[in-house]
């Protein structure tokens, strides 16, 4: 028969190993691997948006003409919108932005025109 703490003890134990399970299971991972195609430098920058509005910033990465780089692994809420911006200086529209999906997400960065002040793209490799 168990007595009054061992059945405590058992039943912390328990509740313990359930809220470390639900909290384990409230986070998805993401990452990104960029790879710059443009004839200049990029920034890349990852975040996500709370819900109060506030930024939250993940990572970034400064990338040369032709360089390749990562930001991540990042565990992150599962109803977080994880977003990804490139942009370059200078850049006559706004950053490219991407949202990512969990997991790996592959990116290849060009530039329309052949100048080297054209828009950027963000074409998605996987």
């Known amino acids: 028969m168990l007595g009054r703490q061992s059945i405590v003890r058992r039943g912390l134990a328990v509740a313990g190993v359930v809220v470390a399970g639900a909290l384990a299971g409230c ?3 993401y990452s990104v691997d960029l790879r710059n195609q443009t004839p200049q430098v990029v920034f890349g920058d990852a975040f996500y948006v709370t819900p109060q509005g506030e930024r939250v910033g993940l990572g970034a990465v400064r990338l040369g003409p032709g360089d390749r780089g990562g930001m991540g692994p990042f565990a992150v809420r599962n109803d977080a ?3 990804v911006t ?9 950053p490219a932005a991407v949202d990512l ?13 052949d100048k080297t002040a054209g ?8």
């Open 101 to 113: 999906r969990p997991g790996l997400n592959v990116f290849e960065v060009t530039q329309q025109g």
């Open 81 to 83: 919108l994880v977003t």
């Open 27 to 29: 986070t998805t991972s």
């Open 86 to 94: 490139v942009d370059t200086v200078p850049n006559p529209q706004r």
């Open 119 to 126: 828009p950027l793209q963000v074409r998605e490799l996987r």
